[in-house]
């Protein structure tokens, strides 16, 4: 708000005025919204003595924030719907066509656009020219064509009066005396608005412009069609509608998307966020992977959705050939495709996640470039947004760190250790030194460390002797540990040693009056920091007596749990390389060398071992000494649930219970959807109140108690787009904020499935 408007409150009339709202049971949004100031104002006046308002005004104001209770029955019914957790679902249509025969193509576009309707789509895009078929030659300058096509055009938008669903169809319309190849936005039984093609293509097999004129030359920019008046019409229309926030449509049609700078480009620019393509692309061999690569390229460079529908079987084939390629990308990555080359019609149908693409668009500060809102006109679409149980149609993945593809995911797992390689030979150099330590637990992630040690000295041509490896046990080590610790060290060819850090953690209990060290059983956090205090304070005096680097293990899913000891233990070191490897990339890192066999037989015979040992910080004694007496998925949650949590979360930023209808999706029965390969017996599945009971675990640990961690955490390489939660990278937060607002947001999943 501007200076002037704000200054009437500077009497005492402001309080009077505020707590007479405060009385009619105004909420502090109501409020703010009626005086017409800035909430930034409200709480300075509040701190003003000339203004404070009495203890019960505030009380009521305090008391309006509470959040309301929550209608079960409701929310059961619409958490399972996809609309509300900001996604559209879009088709990209292939139908039969005839060519001149506008009347039966009307017929099979309204028959597939039911398709699409029926699978709970709200926009259903179709080829090119698609009503009166593309390849029609000089037939378009017939008047008997063009009148069959208004014909055609007003029987698919008098069929879109009885579905939810946005319909766009391709068509060439006169307007005055001129012809233009259009995309025709058909809602609600109407005509809402018609997108022209920018850049008719007119060469080598492409004949254009012998027919139409680029939108550049529209004489007008609204017509009447169809017994319709004033429907807009241009290369500068975005269409949105209400109910869906962040839905914006942008149509073009086939060649403006292979022009240097698509009309898509400055259009998202403008707050585009969903990309049209009407499309009659032939199809010639070797053009269907470069189709493909412009489709993903378009949606990644503008950070958008984008549905492509292109001419099938059908056209004419005088001359050339159609294969029928539709595909929705988003973001850089092909959600779906029609099949190639089929008689049949087809239809490609996916979840477009618009709120995740106005969360990139927010971060990304480069995306915004010389776009120009007031260059486009806003036309509303009077959409239904579907209610009920709509649940996804695209795959959500159970583990986002982890490609299925097990050719990619040997290709990310190679990458990402070179990555952590790279950056640890780096440090080595600067620093000056060719010697490094790491405590080897037996456990996983001092198992990649010092994969990544040893790969390091194969790299920088140093003898792996260079590399001190201790393992360091304590009052709750494991057998079964302790003895993968030493194998490891031994298969590797490392300076092997072991430090018994018992009588030194016995001192200091002794020291500090520990009930512990009389001979009471006390295993209190005391008990647990004293044993990794001491493997750290004694990794740290090794690197000075050898004049080496102490390399950090602990791995980022535990960084975003708090899950380590602050300062003093595994939270210190001089360089970490696991600090964005989260647990479930560290256990297939792993396995993935193992499989490899780039350390010998023996070596991966350890690592599988390893792998089968449950996760434990091994620091309170159990009843087995082969066994650990701690799980820590006990107590922080199942890391593959967590590692999704702090995926969704610190890479998108979407509201809890998003995260948890994601997450049921991924996770709520293990016979459905694709896993990576993993040992036998080992496939999960979880139940809402699970998930929901880990989530809040996580919101508390990660914006509560443990930022402070993160706050001045030791340098390490970020490997991945999941990102880092260095403070010097991807994430800073203050170490004392809250964690009501998402816990406030996760109220909005139910308990029980519905």
Known sequence: MGEAKESRYTSADFRKELER??????????????????????????????????ASAFSSLAGKMRIPDVDVSSLRKEFMNIYRHGFVRVAACVPEVRVCDPAFNAVKT???????????AILAVFPELGISGYSCGDLFFQDALLRSTLDGIRAVADATALTDAAVIVGAPLKVRDALFNCAVVLCGGKIAGIAVKSFPANYREFYELRHFRPARELPVDSIDLCGQKNIPIGADLLFETDG???????????????????PSSRAALGGATVIANLSASNITTGKDE???????????????????????????????????????????????????????????????DVDRLSRDRMI?????????????????????????????????PRFPYVPLDPALRGRRCSEICEIQVQGLAKRMKASGVSNLVIGVSGGLDSTQALIVCARTMDALGLPRKNIGAYSMPGFATSTRTRDSATRLMEAFGVDAGEIDIRPACMQMLKDIGHPFATGKQVFDVTFENVQAGQRTSTLFRLANLRRALVVGTGDLSELALGWCTYGVGDHMSHYNVNASVPKTLVQYMIRWAAASDIFGLKASAVLYDILDTEISPELVPGTDSDKPGQSTEAAVGPYELQDFNIYYITRYGFLPSKVAFLAWNAWHDRTIGEWPEILPGTRHQYTLAEIKHWLALFILRFFKLSQFKRSCVPDGPKVGSGGS??????????????????????RNTPDEEP
Not at 337 to 347: A, D, H, L, M, V
Not at 366 to 388: E, H, I, K, M, Q
Not at 725 to 744: H, I, K
Request: charged share 25%; glycine share 8%.
């Open 21 to 54: 709202l405060a009385a009619e049971g105004k909420s502090v949004s109501e409020i703010v919204k009626d005086l017409g100031i800035s909430a930034e104002t409200v709480n300075t006046l509040k701190q003003d003595e000339k203004f404070r308002i009495g």
């Open 290 to 352: 470069y189709r493909r690569s412009l489709v993903a390229n378009q949606s990644a460079r503008c950070i958008a959705g984008y549905i492509y529908s292109a001419a099938g079987p059908g056209e004419s084939t005088t001359d050339l050939a159609w294969d029928g390629h539709a595909m929705i990308a988003e973001n850089g990555v092909m959600l779906a495709e029609t099949e190639r080359f089929s008689w049949k019609p087809g239809i490609a149908v996916t979840d477009i």
């Open 244 to 262: 869906l926030p962040g839905f914006r449509l942008y149509c073009e049609i086939c060649e403006d998307l292979w022009t240097p700078i698509p």
């Open 725 to 746: 939660l260095s403070p010097r990278g991807d994430y800073r937060a203050p170490s004392d904020g809250e964690e009501t607002p998402w816990l406030d947001d996760l």
């Open 110 to 120: 309204i028959e597939l656009a039911g398709v699409a309707q029926e699978k709970k």
């Open 364 to 396: 990304m500060t480069s995306f915004r470039g010389d776009g120009d809102v007031s260059a486009y006109r806003t036309v509303n679409l009077p959409l239904r947004v579907p209610t009920g149980r709509i649940p996804p149609v695209r795959e959500i």
